[in-house]
């Protein structure tokens, strides 16, 4: 099993520039979850998703999107990036009713 | 927002040396988790705790579910440099969803 996979792993964008970022999981989880890391914020929860065709709002989910059409993918979009959105992001991923959470190795993303 | 309070932010200790950290909250936990990061990495959960005043051991790591439910303390002995990195508590509350909070992380560096 390759486990939780994010790409790309670095990626600079101009201020206004769309992307997204994409994650997949091998595993079978149910449960998907989009969280960015900055310095001293720890982990903030994006959007996650409990199913395919479900999807819910975290803690800072302004300026992002997403979609779950399959089990395996949890793409995340920035429809318009802003320098604020510079941060690392991971997705993680689990079982439904268990608590580990397999994290990606992350996508590091610059906003200019 | 954020409603774990972990401590302390950084450590600079010298290999061999004894280290506790902990998280607190006005809120009550029904898990927590024990997160280590490695540079450039995704998180790697250590140590998982399911029960007020329950005391888990992972070799050299020791975790305590505290038995107000509002803490919890990560303990690591004999440290040695690949100890270095980020560790972070999470937490899981009755009706989240599934959904865990984190601790803002405490940065180990360990001298060799």
């Known amino acids: 099993n390759a486990g939780v996979t994010q790409t790309p792993k670095f990626q600079v964008l101009k201020t206004g520039q769309s992307m997204t970022l994409q994650c997949a999981q091998d595993?079978?989880?149910?449960?998907m979850s989009w969280y960015r890391q900055d310095p001293g914020m720890g982990l903030r929860l994006i959007h996650y998703?409990?199913?395919?065709?479900?999807?819910d709002q975290g803690e800072v989910p302004n300026g992002y999107n997403v979609s779950r059409s399959t089990t395996e993918d949890f793409p995340l979009r920035l429809l318009s990036a802003a320098p604020s959105q510079t941060s690392v992001y991971f997705c993680?991923?689990?079982?439904?009713?268990?608590?580990?959470?397999?994290f990606g190795p992350g996508t590091r993303l610059t906003v200019t | 927002g954020q409603q774990l309070n972990q401590s302390p932010q950084s450590m600079f200790i010298q290999e061999g040396e004894d280290v506790s950290m902990n998280c607190t909250s006005s809120?009550?936990?029904?898990?927590w988790l024990w997160y280590k990061q490695d540079p450039g990495e995704g998180p790697v959960l250590l140590i998982a705790?399911?029960?007020?005043?329950e005391l888990t051991s992972n070799g050299r790591l020791t975790a305590q579910f505290g038995i107000t439910r509002k803490d919890s303390f990560l303990n690591i002995s004999a440290s040695i440099p690949s100890d270095v990195g980020i560790y972070f508590c999470?937490?899981?509350?009755?009706?989240?969803?599934?959904?865990?909070?984190f601790g803002k992380g405490t940065l180990l560096t360990v001298n060799p």
């Open positions: 993680a991923s689990r079982n439904a009713g268990a608590y580990e959470q397999y």
């Open positions: 595993m079978n989880h149910e449960y």
């Open positions: 998703s409990v199913g395919a065709g479900i999807t």
């Open positions: 809120s009550i936990f029904n898990t």
């Open positions: 705790l399911y029960k007020a005043g």
């Open positions: 999470a937490g899981l509350k009755e009706g989240s969803n599934y959904k865990l909070t």
